[in-house]
């Protein structure tokens, strides 16, 4: 095997561990939003989804400073700051 796939492989092995700890729910959904964009995580900046450019209630902002999950109502993506 060549250093690209032995990385590869390592890479996956971790990314197999740190999904453990997340809900299937929100992987189902970052599954289906991974199917149609390439981007399904995007941060929040200036008030607004960065995908799609919606803006959010300050509850909202509140809320991800929490560092609660939530997605934009508009694009679905899942929202961080």
């Known amino acids: 095997a060549t250093k690209i796939e032995l990385d590869l492989a390592q890479q996956m092995e971790l990314r197999?561990?740190?999904?453990?700890?997340?809900p299937g729910e929100w992987l189902s959904q970052y599954d289906a939003l991974y199917t149609k964009i390439s981007n399904p995580i995007v941060e929040l900046q200036q008030g607004a989804c960065s995908g799609c450019?919606?803006?959010?209630?300050?509850?909202?902002a509140i809320e991800l400073k929490r560092h609660k999950m939530l997605q934009c109502r508009s694009c679905h993506r899942f929202l961080f700051i």
């Open 53 to 60: 450019f919606e803006p959010v209630t300050a509850q909202v």
């Open 16 to 22: 197999k561990k740190l999904l453990i700890n997340i």
